[in-house]
Nanobody, 125 residues
C-alpha cells in the first residue's frame, strides 16, 4: 500500500519554477507531520522543508527565499513551490512523514518513518 505519492518533478531551466505535490492516505495524513527532503547524486539526503499539523513550518536556509511549503488538509496533500530554481537544486525530492508529537518542526532525516518513492527535479543552466 502506497502511503505517500509524489508528483510534479521534471526538467526546468534555471530561474524557472516547479510545484511538487505529495498525496498521503487519510490515516497517514491525520497522524503525521509532513516534510520534503532531497538527495543529489552522491550526496546525503538533506532537509528542505517541513510543516506540522498545526501549520508550523520550517525551511532550509539554502532555499528559504525561493521555496515554500504548504498543505491542503481537505485533499491530504503537501506541496513544495519552488521558484528561481538553480542547477544546484537538481536532486531527487522525497516526501516524508513523521508521527505527530508536540507540534514542533522536525528537521532530522532519521526521525521520519515514512517515505515516498521520490521525484526527479533537474535544473539546466
Amino acid at each position: 500500500q502506497v502511503q505517500l505519492r509524489e508528483s510534479g518533478g521534471g526538467l526546468v531551466q534555471a530561474g524557472g519554477s516547479l510545484r511538487l505535490s505529495c498525496t498521503a492516505d487519510e490515516r497517514t495524513y491525520s497522524t503525521h507531520d509532513m516534510g520534503w527532503f532531497r538527495q543529489a547524486r552522491e550526496q546525503e539526503r538533506e532537509f528542505v522543508a517541513s510543516i506540522t499539523f498545526i501549520g508550523r513550518t520550517g525551511i532550509s536556509a539554502s532555499v528559504k527565499d525561493r521555496f515554500a511549503i504548504s498543505k491542503d488538509d481537505a485533499k491530504h496533500t503537501l506541496y513544495l513551490q519552488m521558484d528561481s530554481l538553480r542547477p544546484e537544486d537538481t536532486a531527487v525530492y522525497y516526501c516524508a512523514a513523521v508521527a505527530r508529537s508536540d507540534g514542533a518542526v522536525v528537521f532530522r532525516t532519521h526521525e521520519y518513518d515514512l517515505w515516498g518513492q521520490g521525484t526527479q527535479v533537474s535544473v539546466s543552466s
